[in-house]
Nanobody, 121 residues
Framework: QVQLVESGGGLVQAGGSLRLSCAAS????????MGWYRQAPGKQRELVAR???????SYADSVKGRFTISRDNAKNTVYLQMNSLKPEDTAVYYC???????????????WGQGTQVTVSS
């Protein structure tokens, strides 16, 4: 299993910023897709942003223009810069990795434990 550790969540006021980080552990040769999902209480988990090994990005419409996803392949880390935060961004944010090539084989889908982001009005 690929171990994913998220950090950077917290409590901020509306209009503020947070930067989330997710580091994948172990000796990993490559990761096809890294992304961030979020889940608010009583709602389904939704895709926030994703980035491929080629640098292609996609975003949920609700965060376009405010969030930026990036990755550092040397560190096997993905980041989510969140600006102009809104109360509706409040959720647990989960790191996701698809198709990681590791020393022990290919892992198709890995999840972090999540980090809480709370935006107050």
């Amino acid at each position: 299993q690929v171990q994913l550790v998220e950090s950077g969540g917290g409590l901020v006021q509306a209009g503020g910023s947070l930067r989330l980080s997710c580091a994948a552990s172990g000796t990993i040769f490559s990761i096809n897709v890294m992304g961030w999902y979020r889940q608010a209480p009583g709602k389904q988990r939704e895709l926030v942003a994703r980035i491929t090994d080629g640098g292609s990005t996609s975003y949920a419409d609700s965060v376009k223009g405010r969030f930026t996803i990036s990755r550092d392949n040397a560190k096997n880390t993905v980041y989510l810069q969140m600006n102009s935060l809104k109360p509706e961004d409040t959720a647990v944010y989960y790191c996701n990795v698809n198709n990681a090539i590791t020393t022990w084989g290919t892992e198709h889908d890995s999840w972090g434990q999540g980090t809480q982001v709370t935006v107050s009005s």
